[in-house]
């Protein structure tokens, strides 16, 4: 019994995994969102160095936060 639970749980947590990647926004932290802009300023569209200095996130989710909610405010 503790079997079938164990199995309805991966599925459930499998299941809103992958809702989350199927989802364009990408959400980040105030802090997070703070770095982006100064690591930017500092080095540019180097995305794979920026998320270096963000635990967790990837060069990809953080060149769309960027061309999605920032680019048009820093110009």
């Not at 199995?7 to 703070?34: I, P």
């Not at 180097?46 to 061309?67: M, V």
Request: hydrophobic share 25%; no cysteine; aromatic share 6%.
């Amino acid at each position: 019994m503790a079997d079938s639970n164990t199995s309805s749980t991966q599925t459930s947590s499998h299941s809103s995994d992958s809702g989350k990647r199927g989802s364009s926004k990408v959400e980040f932290s105030e802090d997070e969102e703070t770095l982006i802009i100064r690591m930017y300023k500092l080095v540019g569209k180097r995305w794979s160095l920026i998320a270096g200095r963000i635990p967790g996130r990837t060069a990809d989710e953080i060149e769309k936060y960027w061309t999605s909610r920032l680019s048009s405010s820093s110009k």
